[in-house]
């Protein structure tokens, strides 16, 4: 007897026309690892230099990362319950859609096209590539000119990958992301174990200049935000999980909690290795500039195993960072084949390819705009830009909790939010603090956040007008 799958049945569209589904292929493990995958990035590899910085205290640092942790458990809590009732491919768009309506579904699908996963794959392309090649000590015109060519060509690998083989897609990840957690678990336990004679690094609660600002402490949680940016990963492939009512809250659950784990055990090495004082003596070397103290991992590991060990770990770091590139352009397309499907995008972006069942065209449309990012700003500029847009966002996802269970109490909930209504009320609450902190902290990057979120809502206007002009037309026989 054949196994159960949806590969033969078909959704209708806002158009009326029948569209294939993608087949639910995929299990628990591999839903984990695109959890584990898409938090496990850029974000813990450079946002904690910028931290320590902003906070001037290590044992800060840690309970931002805490409350950064705890607040994404929230999140993660409410958003099983959400992906259990509604499991189907397309995450926040979804959601949105049905809570709130068609304009704030397809302005979640648009910052996730633009801010959310464009913006993250070329930072993570741009950043693998120069991990890559800091072993060949290429500098200058060479450098400026091989860290786009080795990102363009990463971008265009993993496309490639994804959009021909969804066994490939799931083996990639699998693999890379086996690689990752090797290379970063690795780093925290010979860390903490060659660290511990400098636990006292940890012990300044009090530091000596006075108590950190609660502004610059609230707004520093946008950076560590973004690092854990990636729990609701699995829900945009919700229809290509097997029993996803079932797996996917265990998957959300297991990936948020573990990450948040493996992220406080790498920040206290970061910590053990590197005072305050350490951090902003580099940043002063360096003229001032913040992006010194980027490559905070690299960092750390010359303090603590030698310079000698600075090359090993930008090729691992590197590969960890491909991990995070292949989730991005593994569930980015997932968002504009549901957009397309619902009428909101191209409907060329819907079609699946013949065999392999894939979204490749949705994929060249993510790669394409990818491919053009990593000229807008720094890796820090990036990672506010990405972290505003997809704070705003993520809160007015999880409120549509609230809203669900008002006007869809039928909706079968197989997984219910443990403490609610209270657990969504944290997460929002932080999360809207520290976005408010960031547009007081950053107001330039906050508010070009802002402007690309609104700048959705003519292109949204214009699509259903081009729409409803298409029916309106007649057809070249009359009717």
């Known amino acids: 007897m054949m196994p159960e799958s949806n590969v033969d049945e078909s959704a209708r569209s806002a158009d009326g026309n029948a569209r294939p589904l993608m087949p639910a292929e995929f299990g628990l493990p591999m839903a984990t690892f695109v959890i584990v995958a898409s938090m496990v990035g850029s974000g813990v590899l450079t946002t904690s230099g910028f931290t320590i910085n902003e906070v001037g205290s ?6 931002l990362w805490t409350i950064g942790g705890l607040t994404a458990i ?10 259990a009732a509604l499991p189907k491919t397309g995450g926040d768009y979804v959601y949105l859609h049905e809570a709130y309506g068609p304009l704030p579904a397809f302005l979640s699908g648009w910052v996730s096209f633009l801010i959310g996963f464009a913006a993250p794959a070329a930072a993570t392309a741009s950043g693998s590539a120069s991990y890559l090649l800091a072993p060949w000590r290429s500098t200058g015109a060479s450098r400026s000119i091989l860290e786009p060519i080795l990102a363009t060509a990463l971008l265009l ?32 336990i010979v860390g903490l174990l060659v660290g511990w004679p400098h636990l006292e690094n940890l ?21 560590i935000s973004y690092a854990y940016v990636g729990w609701n990963a699995a829900s945009y492939l919700a229809g290509e999980i097997r029993d996803s ?104 972006a819907a079609r699946l390819t013949t065999r392999a069942r894939t979204p490749a065209v949705a994929t060249a449309f993510q790669v394409a705009v990818a491919l053009v990012l990593p000229w807008i700003g720094s890796v820090q500029e990036i990672i506010l830009y990405a972290g505003v847009g997809l704070s705003i966002f993520s809160m007015l996802s999880m409120s549509s909790i609230y809203v669900l269970r008002r006007t869809r109490p039928d909706l079968p909930r197989p997984f219910r939010t443990p403490g609610y209504p209270v657990t969504p009320a944290i997460f929002l ?51």
């Open 58 to 63: 290590n044992a800060w640092m840690l309970l």
């Open 74 to 83: 929230c999140g993660a809590l409410t958003l099983a319950e959400l992906s």
């Open 157 to 188: 690998f993993f496309a490639v990958i994804h959009g021909m083989s969804r066994r490939q897609s799931s083996n990639v990840q699998g693999w890379i992301t086996a690689i990752k957690l090797l290379v970063l678990g690795g780093f925290a």
């Open 203 to 223: 012990a300044d609660l009090h530091p000596a200049e006075g108590p950190p600002d609660p502004f610059k402490m609230l707004s520093s949680l946008v950076y």
């Open 245 to 348: 009512q079932r797996l996917l809250p265990r998957a959300i659950l297991i990936g948020t909690g573990g990450v948040m784990v493996l992220y406080l055990a790498v920040n206290v090495v970061y910590a053990m290795a590197l005072t305050p004082a350490d951090i902003r003596a580099i940043i002063a070397d360096a003229g001032g500039n913040p992006g010194a103290v980027t490559a905070i991992a690299e960092l750390a590991a010359n303090r603590l195993f030698g310079k000698g060990w600075s090359e090993v770990l930008s090729i691992a770091a590197g590969l960890m960072l491909l991990s995070s590139l292949s989730a991005y352009l593994l569930i980015g397309p997932r968002v504009i084949y549901a957009m397309a499907t619902a009428g909101q995008f191209p409907a060329i």
């Open 429 to 479: 609450i932080l999360t809207g603090m520290m976005t408010l902190a960031a547009f007081g902290q950053h107001p330039r990057v906050s508010i070009y956040s802002l402007l690309s979120i609104l700048a959705g809502v003519p292109i949204y206007y214009a699509w259903q007008w081009s729409g409803n002009r298409r029916r309106l037309t007649p057809d070249p026989d009359g009717t």
